[in-house]
């Protein structure tokens, strides 16, 4: 406009000096200048985050309807993954974690690996101007102080003390007895919004949104998870009810609950042919000495009406056979044995609240817990399968299906199974006078339902003749009735195998044997061949 | 600190320097590679047995240099000092043979390989909600609406957050928390080999149609990919499209380029 | 020495409470609001609460407990509804330094009061006398919330930073507890009690206006000028719906 040459080049000047503050600001300290600056950790945010937190950062992105627990609402500044005391902001560090690290168990990725540095760190600064709380810059969170874990955690003295205090300040009260989420509180969880909550399965530590560590369940004990029913117990330690040592003891109890290590997923179900008498009882001790293997399920969401949030995370499967039948347990953790009226209301929120392809929600009902496992109707020669969601009207598979309440509530309601022929996600008939038969329990918090038939079939053209030595598709699919599934809401797997093993037959072993010694033996002259001509050289020069 | 030295010159002791590198790098280096995956055992055996020949090649050149090259084998097999390594490797090398040997008869059974072509051929024409529609030289309409761009992108994305994102992710690289669930994984659109070298009409097939619509080369009996022609409208799909190209950064392949809409 | 201490602060406490929010000093000089809280219409059924998972809570009651959402009295007026100032104090007000502790008790898995108020500051002495696991979650926008826990008989203090109506405290072991605190930065209000009469006492002259707020009903004010130690009424009425 009215800017003269000399002008100018002033600016020119001043943008350069003004570029050189801005790197030597930015190189130290790091942190200032984005959080003064927020355009960049906006255009970010946007980019990247509204999906679910939506642009006013309120957790309603037009993803969050197909989530449970649904996306982190900035608005109100309270934060579940945090190191300080209950209440308290969370401090920058925690907030970077979550970011980078992301949130287990919940649609949250890391982002460590897909956002530069710099815009995770633009975007955090961002997204605490989505709260007047973090404004305040006088209120400084600090972390708390945690200590040291005490050592010999997986003693069965440390376990001890941490499973009283897990009675006595009532963890049970919500996660239940073995600590699968089905206390008897859990039906009535809400979170601050009054989105439904459930109670952590402490068996699955790998989907511990805050870690699954001992030292990350201390923390959540000691800082709670704000904005859902889990308290602080901080308070406990300065009224002297526990010392700091025996909520890590605590901790430790928690953490023996879950595996070592979280569930390896293999193709191949193994099942060992044993001598002994088959076991149909879920209860059985053999199950304790079969290995058992692990199979996600996620939600089934490929044909209407499509569902976001399944209960099941996935079920065990363990599997033997004597050469004639088969006993197939699966085992899976559901945090009420529904039907159960206890949780209608909490069915009601949850159908309420997640995304569904139906116009109005369905009444909730109390629906039955089911299981299916699936088949196709002979093992395929080739590579070519039935579609895995329950076949298609022109390919059927063959399935078992398991019903808590089959025709209604009876005595003998646990020990029902139906095989029949799924044509696709809503068809199945049932095929008549079939040789299956199941026994069902449930306890604390999990079912487990074993499936007993014979290999053979005198119905091969709708029934899968099981053959031993093959590795047969199977395919697993588990509804949760409280959950609100029922139908296509349900949990779903993909195709994964079964073979039935056969013990290793004498013959094997004679071909390894023979190459064994043929190995040993070309070794030997090989050696004696080296050493005779030496030997002969030397007698010849001694004479 | 001399014996290191000699060891290094040594042509024996190069030589075996040289398969362990390669083993190395072949089963350790090559999948840390940015767009590597780890390579299968039998490429790795065929690999090194590349590698064995150019090194006995090697060694073998010039008779100094193969004579040394025995020495350390000969030693083993006469020095009497030798003698607890002589019968450790005799021990061992008959008790891998018979346990590789046993690896190879007492077969367990295994999940059956996957063949699928990850990008088949499309159909030229296909009938979207009972509407043919021909695919061959298909452009995406919504171009040509410039000013309207930034309103479907921001349709598209709404979409995509509201369908895609369980099994596709956040970051659209087919990480979505449903991903482990599924086999094949969802397809990842950060990948040079997904959205990057196809047509927005072959994209818009395999949005439309969906595992199901899948010929029988794709195995869409695995696919978890829903035929979303019975859930989105065609303008839906479109908008879809161009949000995963803008937020990937990516461009089309065009018809202009290749008269194609795959490899 | 420190637990007669806390003993006597709970005594205060209840006391405080126990003449439903009369914060400021009896003999203070000052106006007086006092009114009373009436009900028409059809008087809900409130549901009942199960408390059978806590035997404990169970014994207290001599008589099936229900839901204390709606509170309507024998003489058709309704409890539990707050009333206080909500504007027009004096520019140069100054509220009372140290107000005495406000115990809440929980007793019989209830929340004892139900509604109440607070000052900002004023310590909030939270109570287990039934022995058994409760946790206290506070929800408000306005202040920072908290969820403690208590697994056996004890008192927690707590304090809120900035005014709110209200804040909402819930205890999610027993889903049916909740209570209701209204935070002020003045100790002007009051609680309708079991005759739904509300008294707020000590104010300076001057024209104000008077909130009450119901659970359900939601809120209604009035306005009301007071001078010298003079009494007001101010009535509401709250229609069933």
Known sequence: MGMTKADRRMDGWADGAALLALLLLSAYPPIRLSAQDTTAGRAVYEKWCAGCHGETGAGDGPAAGTMLPRPRDFTGAIYQIRTTASGQLPTDDDLRLAIDRGLPGTAMPGWKDQLSERDRRDVLAYLKTFSAFFADTTQRPEPLVFGKEPGGGTSVDALRIGRQFYDSIGCRKCHGDRGRGDGPSAPTLKDDAGFPVFAANLTENWRFNGGSEVADIYRRLRSGLDGTPMPSFSDLIDQQFLTEAELWRLAQYVRSLSPARPPEVRDVIHARQVAARLPTSPDDSVWGRVERYWVPLVGQVMRKSRWFTPAASGVWVQAVHDGQQLALRVSWDDRSQSPDSAWLEFTDRVLETVARDDSTPPAPTPWPDQLAVQFPLAIPEGFERPFFLMGAATRPVYQWRWTSTPGGVREDSLSAAVAGLARGIDRFDPLPGTPLSAQAVYDQGEWRVVFSRSLATADTANQLHLRTGRAIPVAFFAWDGSNGETGTRMAVSTWYFLALDTPVRAQVFVSPILAAALALGLGLTLVRRAQRPRSQIRRRSDA | MNGIRAAIRHPFWQALAILVIAFVAIEFGIPVLPDSADVPASVVLQYMVTVLVGVLIYVSDNEQRWTQFREPIRAVLVEPRLTPVRWSLLAAVPALVGWVAYGQVATRVEAPPILRSIHPAPPAEITFRSRPMTLTGLENPLRAVRDSLPDFVGEGKRIYYQNCLPCHGDHLDGQGHFAPGFNPLPANFQDDGTIAQLTESFVFWRIAKGGPGLPREGAPWNSAMPAWEDFLTEREIWAVILFLYEQTGRRPRTWEKTGDGHD | ?241
């Open chain 3, 1 to 241: 020495m420190r637990k007669l201490g806390m003993a006597a602060a709970a005594l205060a406490g209840l006391v405080a409470v126990g003449v439903a929010g009369r914060a400021g000093d009896a003999a203070q000089v000052g106006g007086t609001i006092t009114g009373k809280v009436k009900f028409t219409g059809t008087k809900p059924v409130m549901r009942r609460i199960d408390m059978s998972e806590e035997a404990a809570c169970k014994a207290k009651h001599p008589t099936a407990p229900t839901a204390e959402t709606v509170v309507v009295n024998a003489n058709g007026t309704l409890a539990n509804v707050f009333v206080y100032v909500k504007a027009g104090l004096p520019a140069g007000y100054r509220a009372p330094a140290a107000p005495p502790p406000v115990v809440l008790d929980q007793d019989g898995c209830r929340y004892h009061p139900h509604v109440f108020g607070l000052m900002v500051g004023q310590t909030l002495q939270i109570k287990n006398s039934d022995g058994i696991l409760h946790n206290i979650k506070a929800k408000g926008t306005k202040n920072r919330p908290f969820n403690i826990s208590q697994p056996t008989n004890m008192t927690t203090p707590r304090t809120f930073s900035a005014p709110e109506v209200m804040v909402t405290l819930e205890c999610n072991v027993h889903g049916w507890m909740n209570a209701y605190v209204g935070v002020l930065p003045h100790p002007f209000s009051a609680v309708s009690g079991a005759d739904g009469s509300f008294t707020i006492r000590g104010l300076p002259p001057g024209t104000y206006t008077i909130e009450a707020w119901h659970e359900r009903y939601g809120a209604q004010t009035a306005t009301v000028t007071v001078a010298g130690t003079e009494t007001k009424t101010a009535d509401f009425t709250f229609a069933a719906k």
